[in-house]
């Protein structure tokens, strides 16, 4: 849709990536293009079709329409660098394919023992039983992951800040290691999104979202990403055509039109939960608040080195207290819901164990840790309702 490539802003961006009028034929979004069988007029032509790169050309429904092809094209745009992305039916399926598409038998993958609780099933299930070894690293290693790799080492994963925890990785000193030594690395990119940390410049090969969060942006669509740096695209896409992934053109048509408001929905996402976390920080019932802009959060200053924003999805560690307390404190809470997922318009509170998730590394929190998901209410109301509710913590 840019005509010019003078500098641009990100919601100037959002709004415009991806949209091409041949697919629109002057429509604002992307419509839906619904199909399984494409047509020709010819057998010459139907063979011709089936040698030809189907990417942006119609050849079967599986193989995407514009609709899908204009939102992979626009989270490639956003991703200076990048070469490629590929679309899922969710995040934890992206996460899949794109391991998929770097790993073999006897290889190894090494995972954050702060990941999210998903990644960690599939290095323990299906990447064991396809003969894939996973070992678990220390989130805050940095450059020290050069002393877990060995011959066998394939890919390394980041996800950066950690599912429930929050630690910032390095991912500059982790993939400078990675490339020296010939690993592939992947970041789950979910929490900052390419506006607030763009992977692909930063050196990494593959960068997933779960574009169930803030893409789509309204808790009501599932979609997954995985954009490719050069090099890595033609592998990604050939391993998703060959496990037969597609995301519907439904699902993409609503996070299109989800994605042209993230730039300002990140914003007011960002704004309202610094101030509810730097609030949190200054009540007697918070033990530590674990979001990355704040100095209490490990990580907090390659934080500061590397990001561009922070997004509204953060936890606090009660002092003291216990499951009884913690639940009255959510159970009351009248703007927050309880529930899983995250991005949406709505605030979310939810109770989160993530000794539970850990193998190599040990936490001594103070107290019990409650996760929040800032959402678009007046940060003034959520605020309120949160004092109620570490009321009813404190209470005996
Ligand atoms: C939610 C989430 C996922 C998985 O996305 P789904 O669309 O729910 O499958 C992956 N990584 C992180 C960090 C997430 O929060």
Not at 146 to 156: F, K, Q, W, Y
Not at 250 to 278: C, F, K, N
Not at 381 to 392: S, T
Request: neutral net charge; proline residues 6%.
């Amino acid at each position: 849709m840019n005509k010019t490539d003078t500098p641009k802003g990100d919601s100037t961006r959002v709004v415009g990536a991806g949209r091409r009028k041949e697919w629109t034929q002057g429509i604002v979004n992307t419509p839906v293009w619904r199909a399984s069988t494409i047509l020709y007029d010819s057998v010459a032509e139907l063979r011709e079709a089936g040698g030809r790169d189907t990417h942006h050309r119609l050849f079967y429904g599986r193989k995407g329409t514009p609709t899908q092809w204009s939102l992979a094209d626009a989270l490639t745009e956003l991703e200076p660098g990048a070469e490629g992305t590929f679309l899922y039916p969710s995040g934890v399926a992206a996460i899949a394919a794109a391991l998929l598409s770097v790993l073999s038998p006897g290889d190894e993958l090494l995972i954050p023992d702060s990941a999210y609780d998903p990644t960690r099933a599939m290095g323990m299930g299906l990447l064991k039983r396809m003969g894939v070894k996973t070992r678990f690293y220390d989130p805050m290693v940095g450059a020290g992951i050069a002393a877990l790799i060995t011959g066998a080492t394939r890919a390394i994963l980041l996800e950066s800040p950690g599912s429930l925890t929050f630690e910032v990785q390095d991912v500059p000193a982790i993939v400078a290691v990675a490339k020296a030594r010939g690993v592939t690395t992947l970041l789950d990119n979910t929490w900052a999104t390419p506006l607030f940390f763009p992977a692909i410049a930063h050196g990494v090969d593959l960068t997933i979202l779960a574009c169930t969060k803030y893409i789509v942006g309204h808790s009501d669509v599932m979609l997954g990403s995985v954009t490719a740096a050069p090099g890595h695209f033609a592998r990604l896409r050939d391993t998703s055509f060959q496990l037969g992934q597609i995301a519907s053109p439904d699902d993409s048509w609503l996070a299109s039109r989800g994605l042209r408001t993230m730039a300002i929905r990140l914003r007011q996402h960002q704004a309202s939960a610094l101030e509810i976390a730097h609030w949190l920080a200054a009540q007697p019932e918070v033990a530590t608040v674990l979001h990355p802009a704040l100095p209490s959060c490990p990580g907090h200053d390659v934080f500061r080195r590397d990001f561009i924003g922070s997004s509204g999805l953060f936890s606090f560690v009660l002092n003291g207290g216990g499951e009884a307390a913690r639940a009255r404190l959510i159970d009351g809470l009248d703007h927050f819901g309880i529930g899983y997922s995250w991005g949406g318009f709505e605030s979310l509170a939810l109770p989160v164990d993530p000794q539970r998730h850990r193998s190599v590394t040990r936490r001594n929190d103070a107290g019990l840790i409650v996760r929040l998901q800032i959402g678009l209410e007046d940060p003034a109301d959520l605020i309120v309702d949160l004092a109620a509710g570490l009321a009813r913590f404190a209470q005996q």
